[in-house]
């Protein structure tokens, strides 16, 4: 088969898409030496092995952004058997099966996360018609997301595949030795309002202050941008220990996992929950929220609070900052959990859609 796959994300490996685009990518290269790969990229820089049947293509164009891209540069390599955007977009013309990767159905949940109309969704909806007639397939990440893909899109049960997310066990793991500082609660975020980072800020401060006062929080992500989070730091007190710390670079991520004594992540809706499975692999203690696919993820290894309940969220994470033993029991169980997610996998279950489509 030759298979195209459009890496416009590749320009920020730091989001999650990126992320997942980057590992798919790199995974298949190691579980697939049969079929021919065209990468297609916006820029030169990128961290792939080389490999004899991946070929990495960079296509730009000076004057035009992703919507222009995404339909033209897939053109340029000819016909495949394959195309896939391992993300939510769709083409326009067609020189064979095309997959797309949908994460989540958040746009259609939360309706202040519906993207504004704007002259490039007016050419992309004039030139493409109805996606879902042009999708031969989708691939998400969790079961949860393909029940809410089902019950929001016309798409078949039979045209929706679930390839669980995976982990680099090589980075994602625990320390050799812990630090000396002091200890903290660690939570990653972006912007998104769902990820409910304000309900951590209000349960930190209703810690008893014994504990409250031997812990700093510490926030990082682009959710660091939010002027609403900075105020709700500053109105709880909270300024001298709360250190938000904006975007981190891989290894700065992992080492913040890593030294964390716990993780919390109390998101109102996820399409995987990424971090979790991160924070897991590090041998951090996770409490999260049990909404969405969160509980596909934590399983029985995390602490899952509603993600309504502030109060539930203190008394637990006071419960779990007051006792070493349960901190090292979810640590223990975290990794056994984690271990059991790997993007070879994901790559194997995304290799077999890709020849189903292919027929």
């Given at each position: 088969m030759k298979i195209v796959i459009a890496g416009w994300h590749l320009r920020n490996f730091n989001v999650g898409i990126g992320r997942y685009a980057r590992e798919l990518i790199e995974a298949l290269g190691r579980v697939d030496q049969t079929n021919h790969y065209d990468i297609l990229l916006p820029q030169a820089d990128h961290p792939f092995?080389?490999?004899?049947?991946?070929?990495?293509?960079?296509?730009?164009?000076?004057l035009f952004r992703r919507r222009f891209?995404?339909?033209v540069a897939p053109l340029l390599v000819g016909p495949y058997d394959v195309l896939h955007f391992p993300y939510d977009s769709c083409v326009a013309w067609k020189r064979g099966a095309f997959v797309t990767t949908i994460h989540d159905v958040k746009p259609l949940l939360f309706p202040e996360l519906r993207p504004r109309a704007n002259l490039n969704s007016r050419i992309e909806g004039w030139l493409v018609g109805d996606r879902w007639k042009q999708i031969d397939h989708v691939v998400t990440i969790s079961e949860h997301s393909k029940r809410d893909l089902l019950a929001?899109?016309?798409?078949?049960?039979?045209?929706?595949?679930?390839?669980p997310l995976g982990l680099d066990a090589e980075r994602f793991r625990p320390a050799d030795k812990r630090h000396e500082g002091r200890p903290y609660v660690f939570c990653l975020a972006g912007s998104d309002p769902t990820k409910n980072?304000?309900?951590?800020v209000e349960a930190f401060a209703r810690l008893p202050d014994e504990l409250?006062?031997?812990f700093d929080l510490i926030l990082a992500g682009d959710v660091c941008k939010r002027e609403d989070i900075r105020a709700a730091v500053a109105r709880r007190g909270l300024s001298g220990q709360a250190k938000l710390v904006g975007l981190v670079s891989d290894a700065e991520l992992v080492t913040y996992y890593q030294q964390a004594t716990v993780f919390v992540f109390p998101s109102r809706y996820e399409?995987?929950?990424?971090?979790?499975?991160?924070a897991m692999g590090c041998g951090c203690p996770v409490i999260c929220s049990n909404a969405s696919s969160l509980p596909e993820v934590a399983g029985d290894a995390a602490v899952l609070v509603d993600p309504q309940d502030s109060d539930r969220l203190s008394s637990e994470l006071a419960r779990l900052l007051a006792s070493p033993a349960l901190q090292q029991q979810l640590s223990t169980q975290g990794l056994a959990r984690a271990r059991t997610f790997s993007w070879d996998r994901t790559a194997a279950d995304t290799l077999a859609v890709y020849r189903r489509v292919a027929g």
């Open positions: 092995t080389a490999r004899p049947n991946m070929r990495f293509r960079v296509v730009r164009f000076p891209w995404e339909q929001h899109v016309p798409l078949r049960s039979d045209q929706v595949s679930v390839t980072v304000g309900l951590l409250r006062t031997r399409g995987f929950g990424l971090p979790v499975l991160e």
